[in-house]
T-cell receptor, first 111, second 114 residues
């Protein structure tokens, strides 16, 4: 599995967009980029995933660079409830895959 | 997203006893389930992968005789911590994957061994 590099922590003001970067320079052609988040003392929550096109859902947008070596998760209007550790993971899809969690980015949303 | 229910959400047990944790996929069939452990201020560490109807595959360093995993149906997997000791105290989390591209996680079980 390709490894990812994320900043250890970030701050964001409530109501502003939170842009969380992730580097995955060794990603292979059939690996997807997944984003999960973990709010304190809870199980991880799936956010979004993508292969090479940008993706958007009700939670966030995922921007993947053309060379696929990096991506950015965008929370368009961060709220206090978005305070969590965000994990960027690259992995093969499907039932045979298993997620390897790095240290993630601790996002603190402030008033 | 799909719902994965984990039970209990927390448990306290005496040293030397066994504890069973259940993981259920409520609205989809999970052909593969994963068990993770998370110590305070650390990331999730994969313990084992279980496929319905077959033996679990354990990660290096995880004792299969201590952490018994059963995946008897497409919606239920159990993790039994046998002869628990205080160092087994941790946050245990399961995830389930079906035919889709993403895995979904349970809410976690906080085990405290006293």
């Amino acid at each position: 599995d390709a490894k990812t590099t994320q900043p250890t922590s970030m701050d964001c003001a409530e109501g502003r967009a939170a842009n969380l970067p992730c580097n995955h320079s060794t990603i292979s052609g059939n690996e997807y980029v997944y984003w999960y988040r973990q709010i304190h003392s809870q199980g991880p929550q799936y956010i979004i995933h993508g292969l090479k096109n940008n993706e958007t859902n009700e939670m966030a947008s995922l921007i993947i660079t053309e060379d696929r070596k990096s991506s950015t998760l965008i929370l368009p209007h961060a709220t206090l409830r978005d305070t969590a550790v965000y994990y960027c993971i690259v992995n093969l899809p499907g039932t045979a895959s298993k997620l390897t969690f790095g240290t993630g980015t601790r996002l603190q949303v402030t008033l | 997203g799909a719902v994965v229910s984990q039970h209990p959400s927390w448990v306290i047990c005496k040293s030397g006893t066994s504890v069973k944790i259940e993981c259920r996929s409520l609205d989809f069939q999970a052909t593969t389930m994963f068990w993770y452990r998370q110590f305070p201020k650390q990331s999730l560490m994969l313990m084992a992968t279980s496929n319905e109807g077959s033996k679990a595959t354990y990660e290096q360093g995880v004792e299969k005789d201590k952490f018994l995993i059963n995946h008897a149906s497409l919606t239920l997997s159990t993790l039994t911590v046998t002869s628990a000791h205080p160092e087994d105290s941790s946050f245990y989390i399961c995830s389930a994957a079906g035919q889709g591209l993403e895995a979904f996680f349970g809410q976690g079980t906080r085990l405290t061994v006293v």
